[in-house]
């Protein structure tokens, strides 16, 4: 049963601004939901390598090439990060990558998206992770400290990797009539799940409440996701590209932009599974875990033959 005195204190610890830390004590739900949470990010940062390093081999020349394979290496660090600040909550990493390879954890939906040109990597690095840093850098701010370094450092990646993509599309729109056609057709394409990534509307998002109650959401995903748009269209509009929305207009009044319908049916089936590439993104995942079991054994060896001869030393 939980201490009703302690769960005051806990709440007048996160509303006074203090960071919650691993020993401290904290509601079980508080719990749940960090691992819920930080382990679908972590699982979304490494099936997020994977629409990117589709185009490692392929990218325009060596300069591109480098950049792509940096910034996907990042992507690894920061699963790394986050599967590490996951299991001070406890939580044994193999059992989280078992929910994944087992289909029972979600990541998040814009990576099951096929990345079909090369435009696709300028549009991931400009608008997902754009959108991702939109939502991170509020989570920085958020109650558990562990989860909140982790978006600090994670946060400053983001901003290179979002710098990159934004210069992609610039180079492109700038370049031939196709290949500013080809930047335009990413827009197309990523515009709306990018939208989508940031989270149901606020009425149909069953977490926040509790999530924002404890400060490890700061900001709805609504909120997040205007601060996007306004952030977002004026960039559009300044390397002369058009955001695939008839009804999108500056509203005078109120400062922001207003958008059309967003298609949920379609960010509910993805999340569900039937997106253009789940099963392909889950395979992937599967046959790398499966290839790299004997990596993990050969180290698993070592270390226990270290540790042994350290002893007998
Ligand atoms: N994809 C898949 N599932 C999603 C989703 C998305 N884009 N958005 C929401 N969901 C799921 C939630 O996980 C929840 O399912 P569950 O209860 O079964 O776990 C359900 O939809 C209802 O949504 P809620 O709004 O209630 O969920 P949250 O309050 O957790 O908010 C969130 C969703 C804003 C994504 C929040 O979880 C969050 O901020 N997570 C941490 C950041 C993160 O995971 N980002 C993913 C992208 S990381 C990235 O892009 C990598 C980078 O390198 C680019």
């Given at each position: 049963?939980?201490?009703a005195?302690q769960?005051?204190?806990?709440e007048?610890?996160?509303?006074?601004?203090q960071?919650?830390?691993p020993?401290?004590?904290?509601?079980?739900?508080?719990?749940?939901?960090?691992?819920r949470?930080m382990?679908?990010?972590?699982?979304?940062?490494?099936?997020?390598?994977?629409?990117?390093g589709?185009?490692?081999?392929?990218?325009?020349?060596?300069?591109?090439?480098?950049?792509?394979?940096?910034?996907v290496?990042?992507e690894?660090g920061?699963?790394?990060?986050?599967?590490?600040?996951?299991?001070?909550?406890?939580v044994?990493?193999?059992?989280?990558?078992?929910?994944?390879?087992?289909?029972?954890?979600?990541y998040?939906?814009?990576?099951?998206?096929?990345t079909?040109?090369?435009?696709?990597?300028?549009?991931?690095?400009?608008?997902?992770?754009?959108?991702?840093?939109?939502?991170?850098?509020?989570?920085?701010?958020?109650?558990?400290?562990?989860?909140?370094?982790?978006?600090?450092?994670?946060?400053?990646?983001?901003?290179?990797?979002?710098?990159?993509?934004?210069?992609?599309?610039?180079?492109?729109?700038?370049?031939?009539?196709?290949q500013?056609?080809?930047?335009?057709d990413?827009?197309?394409?990523?515009?709306?799940?990018a939208?989508?990534?940031l989270g149901?509307?606020?009425?149909?998002?069953?977490?926040?409440?509790?999530?924002?109650?404890?400060?490890?959401?700061?900001?709805?995903?609504?909120?997040?996701?205007?601060?996007?748009?306004?952030?977002?269209?004026?960039?559009?509009?300044?390397?002369g590209?058009?955001?695939?929305?008839k009804?999108?207009?500056?509203?005078?009044?109120?400062?922001h932009?207003?958008h059309?319908?967003?298609?949920?049916?379609?960010?509910f089936?993805?999340?569900?599974?039937?997106?253009?590439?789940?099963?392909?993104?889950?395979?992937?995942?599967?046959d790398?875990d499966?290839?790299?079991?004997?990596?993990?054994?050969?180290?698993?060896?070592y270390?226990?033959?270290?540790a042994?001869?350290?002893q007998?030393?």
């Amino acid at each position: 049963m939980e201490d009703a005195k302690q769960l005051e204190a806990f709440e007048a610890k996160i509303a006074s601004g203090q960071k919650i830390e691993p020993k401290d004590w904290m509601p079980e739900a508080y719990r749940k939901q960090l691992v819920r949470m930080m382990s679908q990010h972590a699982h979304s940062e490494i099936v997020g390598m994977l629409p990117e390093g589709n185009w490692i081999t392929r990218a325009p020349n060596l300069r591109r090439k480098a950049i792509l394979l940096a910034k996907v290496q990042d992507e690894a660090g920061h699963g790394l990060y986050l599967y590490s600040a996951t299991e001070t909550l406890g939580v044994d990493r193999a059992e989280l990558l078992a929910q994944l390879h087992t289909g029972k954890a979600k990541y998040s939906s814009i990576f099951n998206y096929p990345t079909l040109t090369w435009a696709d990597i300028g549009a991931i690095g400009w608008l997902v992770d754009g959108a991702a840093i939109m939502n991170q850098t509020a989570l920085a701010r958020g109650s558990y400290g562990p989860y909140c370094r982790a978006m600090i450092r994670i946060c400053k990646e983001e901003s290179f990797h979002n710098r990159q993509g934004y210069e992609i599309m610039m180079s492109l729109a700038q370049g031939t009539p196709e290949q500013k056609a080809l930047a335009q057709d990413a827009l197309n394409r990523w515009w709306w799940p990018a939208i989508m990534m940031l989270g149901p509307s606020d009425d149909q998002s069953p977490n926040s409440d509790q999530l924002m109650r404890w400060k490890v959401k700061m900001e709805s995903n609504d909120a997040i996701r205007q601060r996007f748009i306004d952030r977002t269209v004026p960039q559009a509009d300044f390397i002369g590209l058009t955001i695939p929305d008839k009804d999108m207009k500056f509203d005078e009044k109120t400062g922001h932009y207003t958008h059309g319908p967003i298609n949920w049916d379609e960010f509910f089936d993805v999340i569900k599974g039937n997106g253009p590439c789940n099963a392909k993104r889950l395979k992937a995942r599967v046959d790398a875990d499966k290839k790299g079991a004997w990596v993990r054994e050969a180290a698993s060896a070592y270390a226990a033959k270290q540790a042994k001869e350290k002893q007998v030393a």
